[in-house]
């Protein structure tokens, strides 16, 4: 899994929690996919062992994973 440094240096950090499988069974199974203005692009999964959904940011080219984190407001 490709990662920016903010990702492994900030987000690692503050969420020690999140796991490699999260983020890539996100990357592949997203339920809803947004491009930010910024052309980032936005995944969303339920991850059923935490029982919330994560959403993955990733650069533009789909691939480098930017943030991950438990959104609280995602509605399916």
Do not use: C
């Not at 052309?39 to 990733?58: C, D, M, N």
């Amino acid at each position: 899994m490709k990662t920016t440094n903010y990702f492994s240096v900030s987000v690692m950090k503050r969420r020690p929690y999140l796991k490699v499988e999260w983020i890539e069974y996100v990357l592949n199974n997203a339920i809803r996919v947004e491009v930010q203005p910024n052309r980032r692009i936005r995944r969303w999964a339920f991850i059923s062992e935490a029982g919330k959904y994560l959403r993955v940011v990733t650069e533009p080219d789909g691939e480098t994973v930017h943030n991950a984190f438990f959104d609280r407001s995602f509605k399916p």
